[in-house]
């Protein structure tokens, strides 16, 4: 347990957006893909996710970790209209109608409330990313129901605080995957691996380097000298305690730091690309469609049409 305190207590966790959303018709998007954590919960009528269609019912609430693709249907399953994500997030107008009304949150037909968030171990690595774990249903769980209506009903309304209690709310939703996972034993082994994020200051300098420095070199060769280690032993040993290379560890980062300023100013493509460490901006473009399955600038445009 006291592992998990620890990975609990090193969380950085931040509210990105909540919404309360109306269905207009009947959708499947068939590779899905965000970069933040998304709880969804399911008010009234249809949400099925992944190819054998798992169906949420009214009151469950779907997590689905950052960084996962997935298919998801909103709406009836029977005959949806098939989507790539970058089709839909182009669209998202036919499809989905935000509302704003505090008072309406839970009581409009085909509709459910959502709300995303980033948490980070050391303010660096994605928690729920690194434990590679599916999207999965949350059943019977009344105080975290409650907690997202909050979040939901607080984003409505411009009272005095409003952020202050979405920040708290936000990390009581965090805490409260955790524990469920924790209590029904889901994924327990990753979640124990990754306390070897917490054994080993080497890896937690290497983290802070390459957030700290995410535009600029971040070879093999840097990474060896941070962590003092030789240049051939780096990459295997960052794979040891991480899963992953540090080289593909780094492109994701480096492209979730593009989403982040894609949403918050008005850079221009090219400029944000050199800014996470792209020196050739068609390169950067495309990997980032690669990635996300939609163009730099259709993102943008995306996280507009959250905004209305």
């Known amino acids: 347990m006291e592992d998990y305190n620890k990975i609990i207590e090193s969380l950085g966790v931040k509210f990105i957006k909540a919404r309360h959303i109306r269905m207009l018709q009947p959708v499947r998007i068939k590779n899905f893909y965000d970069v933040e954590n998304t709880l969804l919960i399911l008010y009234k009528g249809e949400v099925s996710f992944g190819e054998e269609n798992t169906m949420a019912l009214p009151g469950d609430i779907l997590f689905i970790p950052g ?4 298919s998801i249907t909103y709406g009836s399953s029977e005959k949806p209209k098939l989507v790539s994500n970058e089709e839909f997030m182009t669209q998202r107008e036919q499809y989905f109608e935000s509302n704003r009304d505090a008072s309406m949150i839970g009581d409009l037909d085909n509709s459910f409330g ?14 729920f990313t690194s434990l590679d774990i599916p999207p999965f249903i949350i059943k019977g769980e009344d105080e975290l129901t409650y907690t997202i209506r909050q979040i939901l009903t607080e984003d409505a309304l411009d009272q005095p605080g409003k952020g202050r209690i979405i920040k708290i709310k936000t990390e009581e939703i965090a805490i409260g995957v955790i524990r469920y996972i924790l209590e029904h034993r889901l994924f327990v082994e990753q979640l124990a691996t990754n306390s070897t994020y917490f054994k080993d200051p080497r890896l937690i300098d290497i983290f802070a ?5 995410i535009g600029g070199d971040l070879s093999n060769k840097v990474l060896a000298n941070v962590a003092n280690v030789s240049e051939d032993y780096v990459g295997q040993y960052f794979k040891m305690l991480t899963g992953i290379n540090p080289q593909d560890y780094i492109e994701y980062q480096r492209m979730e730091a593009a989403v982040g300023l894609l949403r918050t100013t008005k850079k221009s493509i090219r400029a944000i690309g050199a800014e996470v460490g792209y020196k050739d901006t068609a390169y950067f473009c495309r990997r980032f469609k690669m990635m996300f399955g939609i163009p730099a600038g259709k993102m943008r445009r995306r996280e507009s049409l959250m905004n209305l």
């Open 67 to 70: 960084g996962k693709m997935l």
């Open 114 to 127: 959502l709300v995303a968030f980033e948490a980070k171990v050391f303010d660096s690595v994605n928690f």
């Open 209 to 213: 380097y390459i957030k700290n420095n």
